[in-house]
Structures are given as structure tokens and as C-alpha cells.
């Protein structure tokens, strides 16, 4: 079975207190966490979320 890219809100903390979000594509969640982890070692993951998409767009 193949896996999916899902895509993901990441929201993550600097040590200033800077909170920032980034969207990334990930199979899963603890690979989102780790591609802002890959790019930014210091940072606190605070949240992950799945970007939910709407495939009803057509109105009746």
C-alpha cells in the first residue's frame, strides 16, 4: 500500500517565543515534525495539525 503525502500546519516555537507556522507535505505526522526539526534544531514543536481538504467545493 502506498502512503499518501498528507499535508500539515506546523506550529513552532523559537526561543525568543516566536511562534511561527509552516505548511508541509508528509506520509505522517512525525515526519512533518522532523523536516521543521531537520531545518531548525532549537525550535519547540507546539502543535501538528492535518490540513483538512474540502472536496464538496461544487454548490448546488
Known sequence: MENEELEYNVEYQDGYGVLYF???KAPELSDAKMQ???RFPD??????TVVPH???DEHP
Open 36 to 38: 521543521i526539526l531537520q
Open 43 to 48: 525550535v519547540t514543536i507546539r502543535a501538528v
Open 22 to 24: 509552516e505548511k508541509v
Open 54 to 56: 474540502n472536496n464538496n
